[in-house]
């Protein structure tokens, strides 16, 4: 220690703890060891399991003042977690809570949700600022079901309100019925949002999906994939069906002076949306041979 400058230990061990099959092992040779590679073995935390969401949250409980906080940059929750389990939203909550997320740059989740845990997870949510946030189905490919119910859409929403840092949001298999989980975005408390994806969503109103379009002049690109009006089994949502609702606007509406925007062009609006197919249905429903990008 004393004859290797820190800058390359902490080089070294951060090599050491990606390929170590018990990287926790490396924080028992010596303190000063632990020091260095704690913040780094922390810095990107995937969890695998229901388990082991409840053992960090134990261990976050049984840390003195004195040590230092788990703070990390990335945080995933996989597929492999169980989702049967109704109080896994809360217990993600829970952790977002106890953990130091203000250096905490993207947040991903692969987990379904459960109608009567919103108000669980509202909390944690919304003590978050990431700049990257996706939510999609562990679920396989080939089957298109609902991660996010209509009541965690909403809550969903009103968390990603207060997010300014944000810059990419994807949602994936999203059921939109009776609400829109984009009706927070605006320009003025998401200045840095550049990138939103809707896939594999039902129940979607064309309104809706284009609301970010709209306020938030200088997002880049809205993608929207296998994006259903109805149920899958009804009619995919088409670039026609954005302009028709972009024609009834009015230059000079309520809802655009209330957001303090203008109606934009339509030329310059459709070149920053896109609708696509990507899954398909073996039988029956639409398969969007149609599919008007080019409008």
């Not at 090599?15 to 704690?38: F, G, K, N, Y």
């Not at 990138?195 to 997002?219: D, E, N, R």
């Not at 303090?260 to 920053?272: A, E, F, I, N, Y």
Request: aromatic share 6%.
């Amino acid at each position: 220690m004393d004859i290797i400058p820190v800058e390359l230990l902490e080089e070294i061990l951060a090599v050491s703890l990606h390929v170590h099959p018990c990287p926790s092992h490396i924080l028992c040779v010596q303190s000063s060891w632990r020091a260095i590679s704690q913040p780094i073995l922390h810095s990107h935390i995937v969890m695998r399991s229901f388990s082991q969401i409840c053992r960090i949250e134990q261990s976050l409980k049984d840390r003195i003042k004195t040590r230092p906080q788990i703070a990390p940059k990335s945080l995933l929750f996989s597929k492999e977690i169980s989702t049967t389990t109704p109080t896994l939203l809360k217990r993600i909550s829970n952790l977002l809570l106890d953990l130091d997320t203000r250096n905490l740059k993207t947040l991903r989740l692969a987990v379904n949700s459960h109608v009567h845990t919103a108000t669980w997870a509202y909390d944690g949510f919304k003590c978050v600022n990431p700049q990257i946030f996706e939510w999609c189905s562990p679920d396989p490919d080939h089957q298109l079901s609902v991660a996010i119910v209509p009541r965690i859409a909403l809550m969903m929403s009103s968390s990603i309100s207060t997010w300014s840092n944000l810059v990419s949001l994807k949602l994936t298999n999203v059921n939109c019925t009776g609400c829109n989980p984009f009706l927070h975005l605006h320009h003025t408390t998401h200045p840095n949002l550049r990138y939103i994806c809707l896939g594999q969503s039902v129940w979607v109103t064309p309104s809706a999906a284009l609301f970010p379009a709209i306020t938030l002049p200088l997002l880049e690109k809205l993608t929207l994939v296998d994006v259903y009006l109805a149920s899958i089994w009804q009619r995919r949502l088409r670039l026609s069906d954005l302009k028709e609702v972009w024609e009834n606007i009015s230059d000079h509406s309520t809802e655009l002076s209330f957001w303090g925007v203008s109606k934009p062009d339509w030329d310059t609006l459709k070149t920053r949306i896109e609708c696509k197919v990507e899954r398909q249905r073996l039988e029956g429903g639409d398969h969007g041979e149609d599919m008007d990008n080019a409008l």
